[in-house]
């Protein structure tokens, strides 16, 4: 989003006016702005679920969660792994 916000800057002059660069430029910003929000919500969705999995792991060694990562067939796969 910055590189396409410094295309559109350079290619746009302050009364708005915008060459075809800046005008494409100013529709990708368009583009990438609600999976940018998106981004930031899951990124503070996962800081959640792990600061809370690490204020709840008991310091004993008793009962635990995590949330792992492993390869899969198509790709990478996310679960909870646990231990009684």
């Known amino acids: 989003m910055l590189h396409e916000k410094s295309v559109r800057d350079s290619n746009c002059d302050t ?3 915008c060459n075809q ?3 494409d ?5 368009g ?3 609600g999976w940018n929000a ?3 919500i899951v990124a ?9 999995l690490l204020w709840k792991d ?5 009962e635990r969660a995590a949330i792992t990562v492993a390869p899969t067939g198509s790709g990478v796969g996310l679960g909870v792994r ?3």
């Open 31 to 33: 583009s990438l702005g």
């Open 15 to 17: 009364q708005k006016v």
């Open 44 to 52: 503070a969705a996962g800081l959640g679920v792990g600061g809370f």
């Open 58 to 62: 008991p310091a004993d060694g008793g």
């Open 21 to 23: 660069v800046g005008f």
């Open 38 to 40: 998106a981004a930031w």
């Open 82 to 84: 646990s231990r009684f």
């Open 25 to 29: 430029a100013n529709g990708t910003l």
